[in-house]
T-cell receptor, first 115, second 111 residues
Framework: DADVTQTPRNRITKTGKRIMLECSQT?????MYWYRQDPGLGLRLIYY???????NKGEISDGYSVSRQAQAKFSLSLESAIPNQTALYFC??????????????FGPGTRLLVL | GQNIDQPTEMTATEGAIVQINCTYQ??????LFWYQQHAGEAPTFLSY????GLEEKGRFSSFLSRSKGYSYLLLKELQMKDSASYLC????????????FGQGTTLQVKP
């Protein structure tokens, strides 16, 4: 079974709708991240969380919110979806205890299309 | 500001060697990562450098020069399955674990 899972894998929604993307991990990692990927722009950080009570904005948090329901679960919400939020969304996890070589491990991604 | 530059696309021949360069200007530095990403799939970890020099892992090697803000990923004995995007990422200073990604280099391996 995959260590980092994302649901749904694909989603089509309409402008103005609220949607939630979910991420679960079985790696036992404390840190979790949400990124979006757009062609030519690379991966950009939306939100990150060091533990259940510690949530931080990334470089492009406007229009998004998150919830860390448990150490293993981190959800991303689009309160009112707009077409320029069409992108590939990745969740990632990392283990603070590994020190400098703290590596991020990515889920399979959610492809979102906002019409 | 934070800036990481990589070539957008590269093409190489099966069996050959290719070098993918990455230059960076960041406010902090706690190491540089290379990830491989096949189309539509998740990025997967390839290598990590925090000290100057070359790290070798089988067909893949990664080099870092901190004074020059420069890294490269070297792929030897190219195979068709190496066709993918290669992402350079710098770990932010401090203790955040945050990564700053370049836009990625799409490598096409031809027969």
């Amino acid at each position: 079974d995959a260590d980092v899972t994302q649901t749904p894998r694909n989603r089509i929604t309409k402008t103005g709708k609220r949607i939630m993307l979910e991420c679960s991990q079985t790696k036992g990692h404390d840190r979790m991240y949400w990124y979006r990927q757009d062609p030519g722009l690379g991966l950009r950080l939306i939100y990150y969380s060091f533990d259940v009570k510690d949530i931080n904005k990334g470089e492009i948090s406007d229009g998004y919110s998150v919830s860390r329901q448990a150490q293993a679960k981190f959800s991303l919400s689009l309160e009112s979806a707009i077409p320029n939020q069409t992108a590939l969304y990745f969740c990632a996890t990392s283990d603070f205890r590994t020190g400098y070589q703290e590596t991020q491990y990515f889920g399979p991604g959610t492809r979102l299309l906002v019409l | 500001g934070q800036n990481i530059d990589q070539p957008t696309e590269m093409t190489a021949t099966e069996g050959a060697i290719v070098q993918i360069n990455c230059t960076y200007q960041t406010s902090g530095f706690n190491g540089l990562f290379w990830y491989q990403q096949h189309a539509g799939e998740a990025p997967t970890f390839l290598s990590y450098n925090v000290l100057d020099g070359l790290e070798e892992k089988g067909r893949f090697s990664s080099f870092l020069s901190r004074s020059k803000g420069y890294s490269y990923l070297l792929l030897k004995e190219l195979q068709m399955k190496d066709s993918a995007s290669y992402l350079c990422a710098v770990r932010d200073g401090g203790n955040t674990g945050k990564l700053i990604f370049g836009q990625g280099t799409t490598l096409q391996v031809k027969p």
